[in-house]
């Protein structure tokens, strides 16, 4: 493992594979917690020093994502963020968005609102739980707006290639709005690729709710406007005497209207200064070891027997963190696994599938555990 267990409060309760749904926290974030606590009380001069950790966040998250601090900003969750597209890009009738059929609903949803504009929502389907790169150009015409996919999968557990997915969507004209939700964390991703990228950060960044990344590309898509505005939208005001003259910041934080949750992003810069001294190619290879491992496992284990079939890919360039199998059984295995101490993701939500995730925290004898407890599934 890279982080030992130690530093996790609940790990040494059973075998936790399930950082794609929720992960667990680290116990210094009480110290997060301590620290804001005392710099809210220092009065007048608390906002400067919230500022200065809110500052910190972006750099370190702008190192873990390989673009600017100033183009990023945080939100109240990945679902504000794409609703933050959807609303602040000009559309016409005719217009389209394209999106895969595996799609998390905050990534479907946004869209449907602006059929009363005009606009066509495109699916993808999927083959064989996988979305090629070919089908989603196929999909984009000369009128398509967006493309929404995720990085990685959250149903799937596929990983899109990043690089050859926005040379795809840009060759056509349109913008990539990734959610990084599934990625960050886990594996490398270099978000200037894209045109804007939304993550949550309860997950693979070891957070909390709250607050998620919010990554504007401003070099490839300075039409999007700030749908919503409030004092924290602007650099500068009239104030009383001129209450209307507003110039807003000229980064991302212009889409930011009020008081994000600071004691949210104190935990995130928390958890930061614990995963990005890792390093990205660490974790990532850390997180293939593991699902690797889990995958060659479970395909050679009777399936069929049990209803359950694979859905992620072998190759290694195609996953992440996350090995998803199929099932009708999903209440049933989750149950049964649980009472041997593993835990894994599939029964909120209804999805008909398990998804188990390996992370920083999580060695071979987590994944050992994990294949014995599937061997004697009844």
């Not at 059929?115 to 070919?134: A, P």
């Not at 005497?241 to 807003?248: E, G, S």
Request: charged share 20%.
């Amino acid at each position: 493992m890279l982080l030992n267990k130690k530093l996790f409060t609940g790990l040494d309760q059973g075998v936790h594979l399930s950082a794609g749904g929720e992960a667990p926290m680290l116990n210094s974030h009480r110290d997060a917690f301590e620290q804001f606590m005392h710099d809210k009380a220092q009065g007048e001069r608390a906002r400067q020093l919230i500022a200065d950790t809110m500052q910190a966040t972006r750099e370190q998250c702008a190192s873990l994502l390989s673009v600017s601090a100033s183009d990023i900003t945080f939100v109240s969750s990945a679902s504000e963020g794409i609703n933050i597209v959807a609303y602040g890009l000009d559309w016409q009738p005719g217009d389209n968005v394209v999106i895969a059929d595996v799609e998390f609903g905050s990534g479907v949803f946004p869209w449907t609102l602006l059929k009363e504009k005009g606009v066509d929502v495109k699916i993808v389907r999927h083959k064989n739980w996988q979305i090629s790169l070919d089908d989603i150009e196929a999909h984009i015409d000369e009128r398509t707006k967006v493309v929404l996919m995720s990085h990685v999968s959250m149903f799937t557990g596929q990983r899109l290639p990043l690089k050859e997915l926005a040379e795809t969507v840009h060759r056509k004209g349109a913008a990539l709005v990734l959610d990084a939700t599934h990625a960050v964390g886990v594996v490398p991703v270099d978000a200037y690729h894209a045109d804007v990228v939304v993550s949550s950060c309860y997950k693979w960044l070891l957070a909390t709710h709250g607050t998620a990344i919010f990554y504007w590309n401003r070099k490839t898509l300075p039409e999007l406007k700030p749908p919503f505005l409030g004092w924290n939208s602007a650099a500068a005001s009239g104030g009383w005497k001129d209450p209307l003259n507003i110039t807003l910041h000229n980064d991302a934080n212009q889409f930011l209207p009020g008081n994000p949750s600071y004691l949210s992003i104190y935990i995130l810069n928390n958890a930061l200064k614990h995963l990005l001294p890792l390093g990205r190619d660490v974790v990532e290879q850390h997180a293939l070891n593991l699902t690797g491992k889990l995958h060659e496992g479970l395909s050679q284990l009777d399936l069929n027997t049990l209803g359950l079939s694979l859905m992620t890919a072998e190759a290694a360039e195609s996953r992440a963190g996350n090995i998803c199998v199929m099932s009708e059984r999903v209440d049933e295995i989750s149950a049964q696994l649980r009472q041997r101490g593993i835990l894994v993701w599939g029964t909120y939500g209804g999805d008909s599938r398990l998804r188990i995730s390996a992370h920083v925290y999580n060695d071979h004898n987590d994944i050992n555990a994990c294949l014995e407890a599937f061997a004697n599934l009844q």
